[in-house]
């Protein structure tokens, strides 16, 4: 289960922090302001928990950026500018919960 997201210059999210209730959560905005890529997000998160990837290279291969560039996610301003995505997430483990947190930060000049 995904517990917390946090987001900071990441795509079309300066600031972004939302803290999941256990059961359905919904997601209502207007176009174009971010609720595909949180989306995005929390799918690469399950996935690379379970198969044991690359966070940063599950992100860049759900999000295609321009040349493979995983740079280009964040958030467009003059200049160097940094971006960070964390995802907790509650997993079991031995029949046990466990928490687990995926953090990536990362600069408009990786590549």
């Known amino acids: ?10 795509t079309a999210f300066e600031q972004f922090s939302l803290k999941f209730s256990s059961g359905i959560n919904v997601f209502i905005g207007e176009n ?3 609720k595909t890529h949180l ?15 690359s966070f940063a290279g599950k992100l860049n291969r759900v ?17 160097s500018s940094t971006a960070s995505v964390e995802v907790s997430r509650t997993v079991e483990v031995d029949a046990q919960p466990k928490s687990l947190v995926l953090r990536l930060s990362l600069s408009n000049h990786t590549k």
């Not at 989306?39 to 990837?53: G, M, P, R, T």
């Open 39 to 53: 989306l995005k997000v929390v799918y690469a998160a399950c996935d690379v928990s379970k198969s044991q990837k």
């Open 1 to 10: 289960m995904i517990d917390h997201i946090k987001l900071e210059r990441f």
């Open 63 to 79: 999000f295609l950026p321009s040349g493979e560039q995983i740079g280009r996610l964040v958030k467009r301003r003059t200049g």
């Open 32 to 34: 174009g302001c971010g």
